[in-house]
């Protein structure tokens, strides 16, 4: 499962079963930890998920931004509720790329905002498991 974790929603990716390709699931409206923490447990029992990669915003320098620092403590919290490992991601642009994704293929307005979340949350998943289709 990739996440791509804001303040006010998290975008929400899963993978195949054999981990070659990822496809949106939808954007979670954030309330609270508890309420977010169980739709994503849901989320996780109902895709079989093992892992889940979490999107790390760094700055470009690659410094730590403070919403690199609040995605962290997501993850920490994911690792500690669901005890699966769970990833951290550099996300540097992956916002923008869905940004310029989505105005590819012609979308915009209202339907462009509620989908980005998700197209990062893909472009996340992809480049953990390009990453570690290398690694194998």
């Not at 975008?11 to 070659?20: I, R």
């Not at 470009?60 to 403590?73: E, L, R, T």
């Not at 919290?77 to 105005?103: G, K, Q, Y």
């Amino acid at each position: 499962m990739g996440l791509d974790v804001g303040d006010r929603r998290i975008g929400v990716a899963v993978s195949d079963p054999l981990g070659l390709t990822a496809q949106p699931v939808m954007t979670l409206v954030r309330t609270n930890r508890r309420q977010d923490l169980k739709s994503l447990q849901r989320l996780i029992r109902r895709y079989g998920c093992a892992e889940i990669v979490v999107g790390n915003p760094l700055y470009m320098s690659g410094d730590q931004s403070p919403q690199a620092a609040k995605a962290q403590a997501f993850a920490q919290m994911l690792r500690e509720e669901t005890a699966l490992p769970v990833h951290l991601w550099d996300e540097r642009l992956t916002t923008t790329e869905a940004h310029r994704h989505l105005h590819a293929a012609g979308r915009a307005g209202s339907e462009h905002k509620a989908v980005v979340d998700q197209v990062a949350a893909v472009l996340i998943l992809e480049g953990y498991l390009a990453a570690a289709k290398l690694n194998d």
